[in-house]
């Protein structure tokens, strides 16, 4: 994708796009280590297009636009580190 259309796309897609291309690259990287890579260049096309997700997010967040709504994953870390901060105050408590 072109940066222009990835400035049309919201944080939360962004952020997406770039868990995708992170994992793609870190299969990409192991099929080069085992020698199962067709096309080496895939490599290079997929960093830099991370590095443009990541230029897009950052430009989007630093501009102060606010994320939609947090998708169920989110959600479900953000639970889980409320119920571990809840925790640890309960175990400073005690002390």
Known sequence: MKATEL???TIT???AREEELAEE???????LAIKRLDNPLKIRETKRELARVKT?????ISAGEE???PTAAESVVEESKQGETVEQDSS????
């Open 56 to 60: 897009v997010l950052r430009e989007k």
């Open 25 to 31: 690259a870190a299969n990409l990287r192991i099929q």
């Open 92 to 95: 400073n408590d005690t002390q």
């Open 67 to 69: 994320a939609e709504e």
């Open 7 to 9: 400035r049309e796309l």
């Open 13 to 15: 897609e962004l952020k």
